[in-house]
């Protein structure tokens, strides 16, 4: 029998009075796929920073390849052979793809930086991973999608033994999935041990070797992925059971328009869409990475510029580029990047929800934040929203789990009354029992009257939440569905319409 790559005995951490780990043992064989699963806050990612070197275990040990492991930081694990692809992305924006991919080391010639050798080196890393991109571009005219790519393609570049893989299909389109599903079977070919973490349990089901599953830091089954399907994972994820993944629909009168666009474009991006979304509907937008979903919810709401085209809320036409009028308004946005544009990480959770209703809480003659009734309000959402957390009013919100962060990015809208959700990937990277959370959240909108604007990457989300679904293509609106008409390859097939050229 081989020796493990990896392995991990009683491994324990905590922070303060809170065991985020407690007593994990697991095993990670050359060329395994090693698929870590659990609800967000079951330790899943405490326990890829302590194998990565960014936390220290507080009791237990590791081994690689037989001889003791206990790296000091990230750059002592990556020299013993542990790379880590985090959740999130460790890219600078403002430096291009070469420049990201060399600066743990820069090719010199002559003492200066040698930029040919850096640009060639880009190259055949961005092959690995089978990425068409110039290196020279910069990180910030990527998509989500290929900067997770070339985070992937700078790990690989150290020639790891053990690959860690945070989330690393939340901001991949589907084609894109697939091939990291092909880079992945390369890898078991080559002998690296990857450590994958997900969300997304029927990709984990289907091309994982063995699961390990988490609830509460502690590790509640170990076995073969042919073992496990989603409805025995669940009930050992969450500690009980979701018996529908979506939550169960309840006849709703649609209402007037509350929010029309019409005929916005931007070149290059946005082609002449127009669309209307009505009071208490769930309208989906579905579509690839590339499509032109998020910028038009962008455009929508007034953050980004477009050349034409009006967008009007309760019949009334908004300014182009001032989401202050749009909030006024009753619109509100909830970005698919919810820590870099959706939340303040150190302010509190209270001040983040309080964010767009201040004026709300600012009653006295001279203005002044009621702090105490920001507080009672948050509590309330908390409660309602069963956000796990400690205290709102001094609890920086970065302290949170992914799911619970974006439930606070959806409490901030809640508290604002707004009429018009227009919500980017809203569970992105977030767990399945957070995930019904969320959904109920949506559902419980569109019933009491808001129109919804879901944009989502994954088709069965639409389908399960939506009652109309617009597709778009290369920029422009390719086909709509009504409830009755969807069709997952239908909807696929339009998807792909403008890349092939025909619909069908």
Known sequence: MSTPTLELAGIEKRFGEHRAVRAVSLACEPGEILGLVGENGAGKSTLLNIIGGVLRADAGAMRLAGQSYAPSNAASALAAGVAFVHQELNLFA????????????LPTRGGLICRRRMRERAAEALCAVELNLDPTLPVASLSPGERQLVEIAKALMSRPRVLLLDEPTSSLTERETQLLTELMQRWKREGIAVVYVSHQLEHVLRHCDRLVVLRDGAVQAVGAAREFDIARLIPLMVGRSL???FPPRTPRRMGPPVLEARGLSRAGVVRNVSLQLRQGEILGIAGLMGAGRSELARMIFGLDARDAGEVFIGGQRLPPRSPRASVARGLAFASEDRRHEGLLLDATIADNMSLASLERFATSPLRRIDHQRIAAAADELVSRLSISCRDVRRQA?????????QKVVLARWLMRDAQVLLLDEPTRGVDVGSRQHVYELIRQAAARGAGVLLISSEIEE??????????????????????????RDTLMAAAFAAVRGRYS
Do not use: K, P
């Open 94 to 105: 403002n430096l291009s793809v070469a420049e990201n991919l060399s600066l743990s080391a």
């Open 243 to 245: 018996d529908h993944q």
């Open 397 to 405: 919100v970065r302290t949170l789990s992914g799911g619970n962060q």
């Open 462 to 487: 639409l389908l399960g939440m939506c009652d109309r679904i617009l597709v778009l293509s290369a920029g422009a609106v390719q086909a709509e569905f009504e409830r009755e008409d969807f069709n």
